[in-house]
């Protein structure tokens, strides 16, 4: 099959000037173009360049500027921050904020006068007949569009694509076998995708295109900021990953990894925790898709397309209003005292984490049981509590890895226990807030050995909690404790943050256990200089600022979007939009003829892989046909052309040695000659 350009030149080497219009029929005959369709401002359809013609261009121009403080913003995520249960009589459900939902903090950072409007899921499982009204309960209630999914839809996309596959991959573990991560299922990746449609759905229903702002939350939804760009080319729209991402030598083994990469480059700002994240996506679109980005003034920057996508690297922050309340909550008070009264004496490191696989639990215990091994003077002093969140599910690796936690605290209770002391305390059970703040206040070290992870914010919640409030500190002193120390993984997103806490390798027992023992071995003076430095920034850099810095630099990202020309072109996720100038001139087929016509001195220039041979074609030597083009295109004394390749002397000019009017431009320019037969000497470079 010859490619569009092999046809386009083998019409003009025999004249048909004719068949050059994309009007024409397909047998060559030179029917008129028929009349260019006129495009809408939102394009509900993927168009192609030439479908545009240079009069209607300025019909998706527009000169209207962003105004951020009277927009609205549409936060769409995998679930709604809204708790969903059935009444108990059975008729009706009950709805309520959920207070721990991070999109619920992050509208302390928008304009007051910004309207929020949540697209997601909801956790219950809502039958077909109470839908509609549960939607529009949420819609009017808590300004909440609930994405409704089939039940096999939803396992498939959640607990399939985005558990088994991206989730093991994001966090650096790939399916060597069935039970390390999940092998790719193709059923899977179409359920995905057909989720993050119907997402796209929901957020239509309630957009308006002009004036909204979409902020995409996390790797449940990577795919559908193609679904959005395809219907509306000048859509605002703002991606932020919560979780790692991967090196390009394990993000290239995901078989979707293009598809993947090429929706996120549809949005205008892509936000990660950390630096070592956006670099790790910068290099894959670099090796997998052939972009370079650019950095001025700190502002990171891909092209694609005409267009730039901003990169943000902002870790989030907690809610510190929401913690200094539930810091004055009644009960803390007395839970505090039952604590020290139980640890009296005692010197105790906290552990709080996930049942996971990656949060590194029991290489924490190791570590423990290391440093009561070469440091003997904490054996009977110091006291690991770990607290266990317990996770949905039972698999197999969960259950091998409570075993091998419980099996690790039995031993060492065993071995370093006594009457009364038992030095590792295992809370395998879920806390409340308020049990998990007394826990912070009274732990003289958190230690967070997580192998890898997203931000976990762990740290910063402990920060706010040794503060302290009046009464709390055992002292009967108005005056706050205020001292901390931290001892973190440096593969967890807030390590680079905490400049004052001991970064450690969680797979290096040795290096931890010292880091827990000079943690609690500081001096008093050194510890709290270390907690104030960190609760400046952790009280400064709060989730409301994280919100307020991000949506800054989304209305930055998208300030030129009414000023320039786009067009959609590709299909599925080869779409992306062509953002041009606002002094750009199409170059038209019709204008290309006319001039060729007209002129009476032409020069044309060929490459010749990918445009007199095929690309992707074995066989690089051109056929009889391609020959017969060239020695045509040379017979009109009108015409001067040069064949501009990369590849070498030798081999272009035994392949063209029967077109003794074509001129060579070889290796790059380094070998020029205007003929082989009685023309101008050849330039090797000089």
């Not at 991402?245 to 996120?264: A, G």
């Not at 909550?329 to 105790?348: I, S």
């Not at 943690?519 to 200089?529: F, G, V, Y």
């Amino acid at each position: 099959m010859f490619s569009r350009s092999y046809t386009n030149l083998l019409d003009l080497a025999n004249g048909n000037l004719s068949a050059l219009d994309y009007g024409g029929s397909g047998g060559g005959g030179g029917g008129r173009p028929p009349r260019p369709r006129r495009m809408q401002r939102t394009m509900t359809t993927p168009g192609t360049l030439a479908d545009l013609d240079e009069e209607l261009a300025g019909s998706v121009a527009s000169d209207v500027q962003s105004s951020l403080a009277s927009d609205r913003i549409i936060v769409v995520a995998n679930t709604l921050p809204v708790r969903c249960e059935r009444r108990p009589d059975g008729r009706g459900w009950a709805f309520s904020w959920d207070e721990d939902s991070l999109l619920l903090h992050l509208r302390d950072g928008l304009p007051e006068d910004m309207e929020v409007l949540y697209v997601g899921s909801l956790c219950a499982d809502v039958p077909p007949a109470d839908q509609d009204d549960v939607a529009q309960a949420l819609l009017d209630r808590f300004r909440c569009v609930p994405a409704f999914l089939p039940r096999d839809v939803s396992d498939r996309f959640y607990h399939g694509f985005c558990k088994q596959t991206l989730w093991p991959l994001f966090h650096y573990m790939l399916p060597f076998t069935s039970d390390h991560g999940g092998r790719f299922d193709r059923s899977n990746w179409e359920a995905y995708v057909l989720a993050n449609k119907l997402f796209s759905q929901r957020v239509i229903e309630v957009l308006n295109p002009e004036d909204d702002y979409i902020w995409i939350h996390d790797y449940h939804l990577l795919a559908l900021p193609s679904f959005l760009r395809r219907r509306f080319n000048r859509l605002r729209i703002g991606f932020f990953l919560h979780s790692p991402f991967p090196s390009s030598e394990l993000y290239r083994s995901l078989p979707v990894r293009d598809e993947i990469l090429k929706s996120l480059l549809n949005c205008d700002l892509i936000g990660f925790h950390t630096f070592d994240y956006a670099r790790h996506f910068l290099s894959c679109c670099s090796r997998m898709l052939g972009l370079e980005y650019q950095s001025k003034r700190g502002y990171i920057g891909l092209d694609y397309f005409g267009r730039t996508v901003g990169i943000k690297i902002m870790p989030v922050g907690i809610n510190m209003v929401q913690l200094k309340s539930q810091l004055q909550l009644p009960d803390l008070e007395w839970r505090v005292a039952e604590l020290r009264k139980q640890f009296a004496g005692k010197t105790v490191l906290l552990g709080v984490d996930d049942m996971d696989i990656f949060k590194g639990i029991n290489l924490k215990i190791l570590a423990f049981e290391q440093m009561l091994k070469i440091h003997p003077k904490w054996q009977g002093r110091a006291v690991l509590v770990q607290i266990a969140n317990p996770r949905a599910g039972n698999g197999k690796d969960l259950q091998g890895l409570k075993a091998e936690i419980e099996g690790s605290c039995s031993r060492i209770n065993g071995q370093f226990g006594r009457p009364g002391y038992s030095p590792v305390e295992l809370v395998n059970r879920a806390l409340s807030s308020v049990q998990r703040m007394a826990y912070y206040t009274v732990a003289e070290c958190v230690v967070v050995t997580a192998v890898r992870d997203g931000m976990n914010l762990t740290p910063y919640e402990y920060i706010v909690c040794r503060q302290g409030i009046p009464g709390l500190d055992g002292s009967g002193s108005d005056a706050p404790k205020r001292k901390s120390m931290l001892v973190v993984s440096e593969f967890i997103g807030c390590s680079p943050s905490l400049s004052g806490a001991i970064r450690v390798n969680p797979w290096n027992i040795d290096t931890t256990a010292e880091a827990m023992n000079e943690s609690i071995a500081l001096s008093e003076n050194e510890k709290q200089l270390r907690h104030e430095k960190h609760y400046r920034y952790v009280s400064t850099h709060d989730v409301a600022y994280w919100s307020k810095s991000y949506i800054h630099d989304l209305e930055r990202s998208c300030r030129d979007h009414f000023r320039r020309r786009c067009w959609g072109v590709g299909l599925g996720f080869g779409f992306r939009v062509v953002a041009l100038d606002r002094n750009f001139k199409k170059l038209t087929v019709d204008s290309i003829v006319a001039d060729y016509k007209k002129s009476n001195s032409r020069v044309i220039l060929l490459d010749y892989d990918g445009t007199l041979v095929p690309q992707t074609t074995i066989n690089r030597t051109p056929n009889e046909t391609v020959v017969n083009i060239m020695n045509a295109l040379c017979a009109d004394k009108k015409n001067v052309v040069f064949i501009v390749s990369g590849r070498g002397r030798v081999s272009l000019e035994k392949w063209f040695n029967s077109c003794p009017e074509l001129g060579i431009a070889a290796e790059h320019g380094y070998f020029m000659s205007s003929s082989f037969a009685g023309g101008p000497e050849t330039s090797n470079g000089k």
